[in-house]
């Protein structure tokens, strides 16, 4: 099982409410979270990933509260791609990967590189350095890391920014997959984007508004 609940969250910037007291489930397959430019959609999946913490309310994983020891577990199993740019330029695209899953402590990570590598077509650009590379094929190395550690929650700011037309192919394959419940291949059991476009999603998407915010969240219909 892969679901999370929020349970009456509220955020703050400054005195700023960006939202209050949201609750929801997120339950396996993809979930999209949508609002205008500055509803709190990056702050929102930075939550849900473990990386910052509401101002009020809570978290849970699986049936337990996101803190301690579960929290741990839990960003051993989530994978995070944010909407920045790769800053790791110097490194080459192959020597990148190999860095982050021995940081990551990934379980054959040899492996789990090739896997990534093959995955994002970044066979032909292994040995380039990856600021030599363009946005697209930064952002394809972004991904790529953020899957090293076959998490079961995917966690995507931005999933087809800067990405050209395979890239786009790329990223509809493996939402497909999450969709589907494939099990052939290392899929996440959930994923959860930020910022998609509806156009670019594989298959329909109902958005609903999420009280006390300018936020929606939806679920990618099977």
């Not at 509803?39 to 978290?59: F, I, N, P, Y």
């Not at 350095?129 to 697209?136: K, N, Q, V």
């Amino acid at each position: 099982m892969a679901s999370l609940v929020v349970e009456c969250i509220t955020c703050r910037i400054g005195g700023r409410h960006v939202w209050e007291s949201a609750t929801f489930a997120l339950d396996p397959g993809v979930a999209v979270i949508g609002g205008p430019s500055g509803s709190g959609k990056t702050m929102l999946l930075e939550v849900l990933a473990g990386l910052r913490r509401a101002d009020q309310g809570r978290v849970i994983w699986d049936g337990n509260p996101l803190r301690g020891a579960v929290l741990d577990e839990y960003r051993a199993v989530r994978g995070y791609c944010p909407a920045a740019r790769w800053d790791a330029r110097a490194m080459t695209v192959e020597s990148a990967l190999q860095w982050m899953a021995a940081l990551w402590e990934v379980s054959k990570p040899e492996r789990a590189v090739v896997r990534e590598m093959a995955r994002w077509g970044l066979g032909p650009v292994a040995r380039q350095r990856i600021g030599t590379l363009s946005e697209g094929y930064q952002r394809r190395v972004l991904l790529a890391t953020s899957l090293l550690m076959s998490p079961v929650v995917w966690m995507v700011d931005r999933p087809f920014e800067a990405l050209d037309a395979e890239g786009r192919v790329l990223v509809q394959t493996l939402l497909a997959g999450v969709l589907s419940g494939t099990t052939a291949l290392v899929w996440p059991k959930l994923a959860v984007l930020a910022d998609a476009d509806p156009e670019d999603l594989p298959a329909p998407i109902r958005m609903s508004p999420v009280s006390g915010s300018n936020l929606t969240i939806g679920r990618m219909e099977r």
